[in-house]
């Protein structure tokens, strides 16, 4: 069955501490891994998505890398504007349907 | 660009009345479209896909129904609601699977409260 992790639940960081987020999957065959910035009462954001293990996306502040079994998104020098959910999610290569993970709930503390 | 509409953005229902959830694609043709429902601290849970006007898709039975009676609209409805059905309900839309970008794009959702 595919599955989506992703840890930690929830991550306080104060202002300018980078981190990383994971994002750990089991498919059979990946065509793509997404990312996603969700706020509070807000639909799903994209950000970013990946396709093959090595591959690397930046946008201000976030970087995405994959790997064969999971994928990291990294926070540099993180803002209080980066608070937010953020989803992950992978499409299998047999069709076009996602399997999302629960999200990990940032806090960026000032 | 593309756009994606959802209404309405809130609703309180009580149990054992009918629902009814819509959203509108802009700016595209013949995309994919979704139902999501997202219960609190959850993930997103696939409810239906449609691939076509007239082609609907279910994930998981339930006390819900989609309809797609033009290209770019997606009905989701109920004709008696439970408490269960309470959450936040997103529609998306992906491009032609292989053709197109497989990213999918997520209106500003529904909060659904069944009381």
């Known amino acids: 069955e595919d599955q989506v992790t992703q840890s930690p639940e929830a991550l306080r960081l104060q202002e300018g501490e980078s981190s990383s987020l994971n994002c750990s999957y089991t498919?059979?065959?990946?065509?793509?891994l997404f990312w996603y910035r969700q706020d509070p009462g807000k639909g799903p954001e994209f950000l970013f998505t990946?396709?093959?293990a090595g591959e690397e996306k930046e946008k201000e502040r976030l970087k995405a890398t994959l790997t064969k079994k999971e994928s990291f998104l990294h926070i540099t020098a993180p803002k209080p504007e980066d608070s937010a959910t953020y989803l992950c999610a992978v499409q299998p290569n047999y069709g076009q349907n996602f399997v999302f993970g629960p999200g990990t709930r940032l806090s960026v503390l000032p | 660009s593309q756009t994606i509409h959802q209404w309405p953005a809130t609703l309180v229902q009580p149990v054992g009345s009918p629902l009814s959830l819509e959203c509108t694609v802009e700016g595209t043709s013949n995309p994919n479209l979704y139902w999501y429902r997202q219960a609190a601290g959850r993930g997103l849970q696939l409810l239906f896909y449609s691939v076509g006007i007239g082609q609907i898709s279910s994930e998981v039975p339930q006390n819900l129904s989609a309809s797609r009676p033009q290209d770019r609209q997606f009905i989701l409805s109920s004709k008696k609601l439970l408490l269960s059905d309470s959450g936040f309900y997103l529609c998306?839309?992906?491009?032609?699977?292989?053709?197109?970008?497989?990213?999918?794009?997520f209106g500003p959702g529904t909060r659904l409260t069944v009381l």
């Open positions: 498919v059979s065959g990946l065509r793509g």
């Open positions: 998306a839309w992906s491009g032609v699977a292989g053709v197109t970008y497989n990213e999918q794009f």
């Open positions: 990946l396709y093959s």
